[in-house]
């Protein structure tokens, strides 16, 4: 036995059974990972591309093509290094061939191409419905519009300006029929009391508002909106509150500034003809220069000015007392002249006094006088003015402010 395994052959033998083995024993430890799988499928596999995009082929400069998705989802399925790349290197094209369809409706099948041969390819969905029509391009006018709910209060809108007024417009032919309103519209934020310039994109609609599939050229214009604060110049008139102390006379309130600016939108303004202001005349026992503030009617968001100056003209209470038949004094009559009175017929008038209670108490007939001034007059009858002298500290009132004479020479013997 020694011998024998001293003999080389003996050892290369065994050493070689030990690799059968071995390999014998890695391989049936594969085969239990792998399952049963056949060896012409066990690299296999399959995944998804999903919005991939479409080409569409078709004549472009006479014709409008609806229904074509944008993206599709792409199933491809082999060997796993040609699946990889094709979703790694996305080199491969999907599309629709329309160059040789008529005008109108067609069911057409997605196809694809510049992709391995070894691959097998699912597209999602396969086919399409879509429509081809004639390319029309006209020219519309552009509407702006902007929210004027957000216009701050007591300010408008004026009609906007476009620029340019108008767009060219290309779609299918059944598209443009249906164009109902081309619009500008202004995205602005915050109450808005200044002119709006923006730049507007243009969306085109049909009659229910829906947004139209065409090609809009330019697709923004620049879109001013003239924003305005209207005016208006109005009266001020002033009521007197409250009754004055006992023995005070209001005798005027007024102001230096009789009328003032308000401004709101026009149809708030035009119901506004004056603004009233209340005084308070019932602490007045001189005369007074009050600031009185003004109120802000309703809708209106700015008065100028704010406030105003009242002057109040306060005097104390005056009595009265009346002198009858107080006789009409006559100077001025020309020498050589003289006058027969016409009226008042008993030569006298009614004096009606105003001052304190205790100056009237001591005021007498006597201490006034009525005057007739002839100065200048000829012949003929005249209509004189009565004027009255008397004591500075009161006031008066004649019953007749003029008398009728008649002049003449007068009779030599």
Known sequence: MDNFME?????????????????ITANDLGAKDKGSTPNNMENNDSDTITDFPVEVYYDSENLVVSGVPEMVDVKIEGQRRFVEAAKRQRDFTVYVDLSNLEIGKHRVPILYKDISDKLKVTIEPSYIEVNVQEKVTDEYSV?????????AEGFEAEQPEVKPKTVKITGAKDVIKRIAYVKATIDASGLINDTIRRDAHVTVLDRDLNKLEVMVEPETVAVTIPVTNPRKNVPIKINKTGEPPKGIEIKAVSTVTPEVVIFGTTEVLKDINELEVSVDVSNIEQDTEVEVPLNIPEGVNK????????????????????????????????????FDLLSPGNGSVSLKVFGDEKDLAKASKEQFHVVMDLSGLDTGTHDADLTVDGPKNMEWELSEKKAKVRIREKETD
Do not use: C, H
Request: charged residues 30%; proline residues 3%.
């Open 7 to 23: 003999n080389p052959w003996f050892v290369r033998i065994i050493a070689m059974l030990l690799a059968v083995l071995l390999f």
């Open 143 to 151: 509407e702006a519009e902007f929210n004027r709910r957000i216009l």
């Open 303 to 338: 008065i100028t000015p704010e406030t105003i100056k009242v002057k109040i003209t306060a005097d104390k209470e005056k009595k009265e007392k009346t002198f009858d038949n107080v006789s009409i004094e006559s100077k001025g009559l020309k020498s050589g002249m003289e």
